[in-house]
Each structure stands twice: as C-alpha cells, then as structure tokens.
C-alpha cells in the first residue's frame, strides 16, 4: 500500500500559502497589502474514492475543516472512526473552511488518502487531488508551510544611544524572539545595512513591542538589529534562519579567485529568496513577481534542477481565472508567464504539471489577446503598466519590446498545444506578427529595432533589441547588424540593474562575446564583494559611495540588498562557460565549454537526472556524466557521452 499523504483540490495549495505571502508586506511600521488581485482558496471542496474493501474495517478523516463523511448510506462526523462494511465502497467527503484552505488525510488499515482520490469543487469536473509537497503524519497541518529552522546568533553586540546594535554577520531571514522585561517598551529597527538599523526613523521594517505582545516576532530580513529603549540592554534576543531544504546541484570555480566567492555570494542570495514562491527581494516586496521569477526559473534550473518551487510560483501567479487584468498589472509579465510554462516544460516534459496549469494558461492567453489592437499589438489599456526596465525607453503607442514578448507567448503556445494534442491557432498569430514587427520597428537606416514608431523619435535602446536577439527573431544579416548597431554600441544608454544586465550578458554570449560577459561578472559583482556585500544588491553603482548605495524609490534604505535576480552568474557560468544546456526535454543535454579568459576551471551542473562534472585546464577539458543522453561538443563535432566514462577533449 502506497503511503498516507495530505490531499487537497489541485491549486489550492499554493493559492493559500501566496494569499498570505501577499499580505504579509510591511513597511515603516505599516502593513503594505498586495496591489494587484490576489486568488483565494475556495471555501469549500469534495474528495471521492470508490473501493473494495476485503473485510470490515474503519477509517478517520483528519481534517482541520468541518464537514461530513458519507459511508455506508448515512453520514459521519470527520475526526471520528467511520465503519465501512466488506465489498464495493464508495467514500465522499464534503467540507468547508473558512479560514484557511480545505484538506484532509486517512491513514489506516482499510484505506488512505492519497493522488488516486478526487477532488471537486462542484462548478467543475472532479479532478485527482494533490498532494505534494506532502505532508505524512496526521499531526501535519498543510496550512503551515514546511520551512527548516536553524539557530543564528549575533556576531557582535555593540551599546549604542539608547540600545542595543546586534550584527548577525550577513544577510538572514528568519523570526526573532525577544524577552521584554515587564512593563516596558522596546522599538525594534531591522537593517540590510549598519545604516538603516540605526535610523529607526527611516529604516524599512521597525515595530515597537510590549512584555504583552509576547516574544515571538514574524519572520524578517536582516542582518543588524538595534533594541532601543528603557531597559533595551536587559531584553534577550534570539533569532533563527528561515529556509527550504532544498541542496545545490552545481558549483563553479576558476582560476579568477574572486569567481568562487561571487558564486557564493549568489547562490546565497537565491537561497534566502527560494521560499514558498521564488521572491523578488526578502526585506521590501517579498512579493511574487512574474518577471524576477522567469529569470529565477532559468537559474533554479541550473542551481537546483528541481521543479517544486517553479511549479508551486507558476500556479500562484496563474491564480484562478477569470482575468481582469495582467499578472502584477503588467503587460510582459503576463507573456513572461507563458513563455515561462513553455520553457519549463521543454525542460522537464513534466505532462502532469502542464496538465493541471493548462486551462489556466489558455484563460490568460485569451485575456492577452483579448487586450490587443486591431493588427494584432500588445497596447497599453486601462490599467496596464507597460514596465520593460527602469532604464530609458520610449513607450508610446505600441513598443517593439512588447511585440516581441508577445511573438514569443505566440510560439510558447503554439509548441504547449502541440503537446497536449489540441489545435494549433498559435503559429499564425506569430508569423503574422513578426511580419508586422519587422515592418514597422525596423530602422535599415540605424540597423536596429526602434521602440515606437509613432512618436516619431525611432530611438534605438538595448532592451528590445537583446530580446529580438535572444528570442531569435532576427538571424543572419539583421542579427550581426543588431548586435554591432545596439548590443555592442558605445552610444546607447547603459543597463545598470543585475535585471536587465542578465539578458544581456546572455545575449552577448549567445553572440560569441563571452569574455564580455566574463568581465562583466568580475567587475559588476566583485563590485559588491568589495562593498562588503553578504548577498546580492538590486542595483550596484560603482559611481556611489558608503550609504548612497542603499537608496532607491525615494527612500534611504529603499534598495533591496539581497535580491534574486542578482544570481545571474549562475545562469552564465553554468550554461555559457561549462556549456552544459538542455537540448530536448526529459533529459537530453549538451556539454560545449566555452573558457573564453579563464585559463582553467571546474564546474558541476545537473544534467537531465543526474550531474555532469568539467574540468577544464587550458587547452584540455574532460567531462564525466552520471547520466546517458548528453553529446560534447568541441566545435567541431558530437560525441555521444556514455554514464560514467571519463572523456577528455582538447579545445581549439
């Protein structure tokens, strides 16, 4: 027999856990509520299982929700031993939760809840309940998530004006728990930086706490805490680290000494920000967004190879149709999540997955479209945020930028509904589209993408012109002129975010300019690290000095110092240097090393089910795979890699 597992209606799950993730936000002491539609669980569900029971026996549905349990042909109350006779067996229970998210377990001799049960939410056909990430003992509560614990303690305790500054050595997210002494009153002030602890008047996250309010605070990122007040000295604090159990699959290290630490640094950083969801930054928003999380999709796929949190943050951010408008009222974020679907499933070719998020999908794809203009355009309508990038970028009337997402979303759709066996309506839509993208924003004159064509400035910026690369609209002549006239102008405005630099950098190494890239990583990053940077920044500016690089969005301390996109390097080290990529879904992957300056390296990247390792030392490389399915290639041609036999190739 299988093992008792928690079940619920498919969704629900990560429907509850983002409800409350989006409305834990705080800042400058105020609760922050999410600003765009937030889906939330239904109130009530039915679970259905038909058996044959061999002899007579009992079975107890766990439940925190209330309801009732048909058997037998009368009712039964949930949380008390239920008799069913021998024979044919038909289980129904039906029940509501108010407060939380409906769920239910059986472990017994006679039957259990697991995926073969139904679930049903009665303005629908019953579907197979979920029941992962699973939950085993009937003392689980689904409705708490399965976060690990461990202790941190401060590095260093300092007396300052009326308190207290405790410095826990890096960059931490977890609860702290502080012993008020009876009868007073303590203002806590929680800082990324040693700044923003000792400005309780600007810092983001502060609260004032009583001996009443007992010692538990909610879970927060950190790495100072200062205790002011009466008596702040005789208050003891403890704190813990906050964090999914989830094991790095890869590592990357060169002869760049810096190179290790920045690894460090960002694979740091994509650990406190993989939670529940995959965060954009874990002081501030802590918010899902779609954007910051396709380029944490590309990374977790290289860090981790595990597709639990990809899943569980695609579903959330679908939430539940009807949609009213785009995910986080933001045009490409809608096409990103698409695309995003797309390139997890070519990845993994998990059916079941695509499966259960597939009707969802197609409701947001109708709603894309259903904004667009009369050619075809992805527009601005009321209450669309036409977002890109902070950096400069012309947005009137239709942007180039938009279109390409767009075509893009076209083509994810087409190859998703190809897989599921249903009409493809998607292609035509694509072709037609870039037909019209190519007439209409590209500039022969300047050899480029412009961003509009109705304002009639035809500025030329990076950003479109990256993903005209990067999605391969453009090949041959226009893609060699794309990437002289923009991706490698001098004149063009900069991208100065780790956002937008990482399309970048992955477009200039998809081009052949990997060493770019390369240096790019050490300066850029290694930056930070000189900066004294326990965890990657939202922005770094070179140009900026001491606290000026804690300021963003008209705040002091508005920056985020610990932000996931930051972890790009991963991406580009494993994927661009190491060479490792998926080449079909389910497993098969290509190893083709590029050192470019590096004279030697070593890297571990996941591959397929297994891990590939590669070794590097000028000119020669070997490569050794867990796994069957992969080829090397040295530029020349493949050679089929066989599980576990060392190869060595020489390089040109």
């Not at 629908?124 to 202790?151: G, L």
Request: glycine content about 8%; overall charge negative; aromatic content about 14%.
């Amino acid at each position: 027999m299988n093992k008792a597992k928690w079940i619920w209606y498919p969704g629900e799950f990560e429907i509850y856990h983002h409800m409350l993730l989006s409305f834990r936000r705080q800042e400058m002491g105020c609760d922050y509520p999410c600003c765009w539609h937030i889906s939330t669980p239904e109130a009530s569900v039915k679970f259905h299982k038909r058996f044959n029971l061999q002899k007579d026996g009992s079975f107890t549905v766990v439940t925190r929700a209330k309801g009732m349990v048909r058997c037998g042909g009368r009712l039964w109350r949930v949380n008390e031993p239920v008799d069913a006779k021998a024979g044919d067996c038909d289980v129904t229970v039906e029940l509501f939760d108010l407060n939380g998210f409906v769920s239910m377990f059986i472990d017994s001799e006679i039957l259990i809840t697991d995926e073969s049960w139904t679930a049903e939410i009665y303005d629908a056909s019953p579907v197979a309940a979920a029941c992962s990430p699973e939950f085993y003992s009937p003392k689980d509560d689904p409705a708490v998530f399965p976060f690990a614990y461990s202790d941190i303690s401060p590095v260093s305790k300092e007396n300052i004006p009326n308190g207290i500054l405790y410095d826990f050595g890096q960059e931490q997210f977890g609860p702290v728990k502080i012993s008020v002494p009876e009868g007073n009153k303590l203002t806590l002030v929680y800082g990324e930086s040693r700044e923003e602890a000792l400005d309780p008047e600007n810092a983001i996250i502060r609260e004032t706490v009583t001996s009443a309010d007992g010692p538990e605070r909610p879970a927060r990122a950190f790495r100072y805490i200062s205790v002011l007040g009466e008596n702040a000295g005789k208050a003891g604090i403890e704190a813990k680290y906050e964090y999914l159990p989830i094991e790095d699959r890869a590592s990357f290290s060169a002869d760049d000494p810096n190179i290790e630490k920045i690894w460090a640094l960002c694979s740091r950083t994509f650990h406190l920000n993989t939670r529940e969801f995959f965060l954009d930054g874990i002081k501030r928003d802590r918010w899902v967004w779609s954007g910051d999380a396709y380029q944490s999709f590309m990374i977790a796929r290289y860090l981790y190879n595990d597709p639990s949190v990809t899943e569980r943050t695609i579903t959330a951010l679908l939430g539940k149709p009807p949609y009213r408008r785009h995910i986080n009222t933001i045009n490409d974020y809608s096409a990103y999540l698409i695309i995003s679907v797309y390139e997890h499933f070519e990845a993994t070719l998990r059916m079941g997955f695509l499966k259960t998020v597939w009707r969802n999908v197609k409701e947001l794809y109708s709603f894309i479209v259903s904004r667009l203009d009369e050619s075809g355009r992805s527009v601005r309508r009321d209450g669309d945020w036409i977002f890109v990038d902070w950096g400069v970028l012309d947005k009137d009337g239709p942007i180039c930028f938009e279109q390409i997402v767009l075509w893009k979303a076209h083509l994810a759709m087409a190859a998703l509904s190809k897989a599921m066996g249903e009409e493809d309506v998607y292609t035509k839509r694509a072709d037609e589209l870039k037909e019209l993208i190519l007439r209409e924003f590209w500039d022969e004159e300047k050899g480029a993408f412009i961003d509009s064509f109705t304002s009639g400035k035809r500025f030329v910026t990076r950003q479109t012109n990256i993903f005209a690369v990067l999605y391969g609209l453009v090949d041959g002549e226009k893609k060699n002129s794309v990437i002289k006239n923009a991706l490698l102008s001098p004149s063009l405005p900069e991208i100065t975010t780790p956002y937008f630099k990482l399309y970048e950098l992955m477009a200039l190494c998809e081009t052949g300019q990997i060493e770019a890239a390369q240096d790019y990583i050490s300066s850029y990053w290694g930056g930070m690290l000189k900066e004294g940077a326990t965890s990657v920044w939202e922005a770094y500016d070179p140009e900026q000095h001491g606290a000026e690089h804690y300021a963003m969005y008209g705040s002091p301390y508005g920056k985020s110092l610990c932000h996931a996109w930051g972890s790009g390097p991963i991406l580009l080290l494993c994927r661009y240097v190491a060479g490792v990529s998926q080449t079909n879904g389910g497993g098969a992957f290509r190893v083709a090393p590029n050192p470019g300056k590096y004279d030697s390296f070593s890297a571990r990247v996941p591959a397929g089910e297994g891990e590939v390792e590669i070794s590097y030392k000028k000119p020669f490389v070997s490569v050794r795979a867990t796994v069957s399915g992969g080829t090397f290639f040295d530029g020349k041609k493949e050679t089929p890699l066989e599980a576990g036999k060392l190869y060595s190739f020489e390089l040109p």
